[in-house]
């Protein structure tokens, strides 16, 4: 069974408006982390925000939000006032267990997303 | 403050020889991460160095198999490579520490084409 899915392989916005990145993930595990990357053309994972499994609150970076509902073992990430160089590969990743016994992340196989004027 | 280095940034072999990657990780951090990344897909954690042993792997035969130095930089290396290896490879870095985020933060890879 996948891990980490996502459901929408492209997504278009237009610029200036919110766009809602989907991520669901399956683990049996209480403790675990969620990450957003971000993958231009360029080929460099960049690190946009973290959600820990024991985190009371929805976790924020700037633009970026992540819809956390632990129930539905969900983990969105919502960008908002999109912006031309959002433009780029955007993966969602789980560290499965504690972070002080692994580090490995388990990626989706992610969503493209592209902003037009 | 330099990010995570990886060289070189392309490389072209042959089926049956052997590569070497490198990667240095971002200041301060201790714990190198490998991961494979084929075309159209999610990256695949290859495996992590820690106080210059392996210390966790993933799911990747004995032909995959690395190093780290001791100032925490580290090499991939490949031997008897397949059509198959030809993937973008991305070095991750983290500051190990308990009960942390471990952010792991990623260079932008090297991209081997084995023909």
């Known amino acids: 069974a996948q891990k980490i899915t996502q459901t929408q392989p492209g997504m278009f916005v237009q610029e200036k408006e919110a766009v809602t990145l989907d991520c669901t993930y399956d683990?049996?595990?209480?403790?675990?982390?969620l990450f957003w990357y971000k993958q231009p053309s360029s080929g460099e994972m960049i690190f946009l925000i973290y959600?820990?499994?024991?985190?009371?609150q929805n976790a924020t970076e700037g633009r970026y939000s992540l819809n956390f509902q632990k129930a539905r073992k969900s983990a969105n990430l919502v960008i908002s006032a999109s912006q031309l160089g959002d433009s780029a590969m955007y993966f969602c990743?789980?560290?499965?267990?504690?972070?002080?016994?692994?580090?490995?992340?388990?990626f989706g196989t992610g969503t493209r997303l592209q902003v037009f004027p | 403050d330099a990010g995570v280095t990886q060289s070189p940034t392309h490389l072209i072999k042959t089926r049956g020889q052997q590569v070497t990657l490198r990667c240095s990780p971002k200041?301060?951090?201790?714990?190198v991460s490998w991961y494979q990344q084929a075309l159209g897909q999610g990256p695949q954690f290859i495996f992590q160095?820690?106080?210059?042993?392996?210390?966790q792997r993933g799911n990747f035969p004995d032909r995959f198999s690395g190093h780290q130095f001791p100032n925490y930089s580290s090499e991939l290396n490949v031997n008897a490579l397949l059509l198959g290896d030809s993937a973008l490879y991305l070095c991750?870095?983290?500051?190990?520490?308990?009960?942390?985020?471990?952010?792991?933060?990623f260079g932008a890879g090297t991209r081997l084409s084995v023909l």
């Open positions: 160095y820690y106080e210059e042993e392996e210390r």
């Open positions: 959600q820990g499994s024991y985190d009371q």
């Open positions: 683990t049996s595990d209480p403790s675990y982390g």
């Open positions: 990743a789980m560290r499965e267990g504690p972070s002080y016994n692994t580090d490995k992340l388990i």
């Open positions: 991750a870095s983290s500051l190990s520490q308990v009960l942390a985020k471990n952010i792991q933060y």
């Open positions: 200041s301060g951090h201790d714990t």
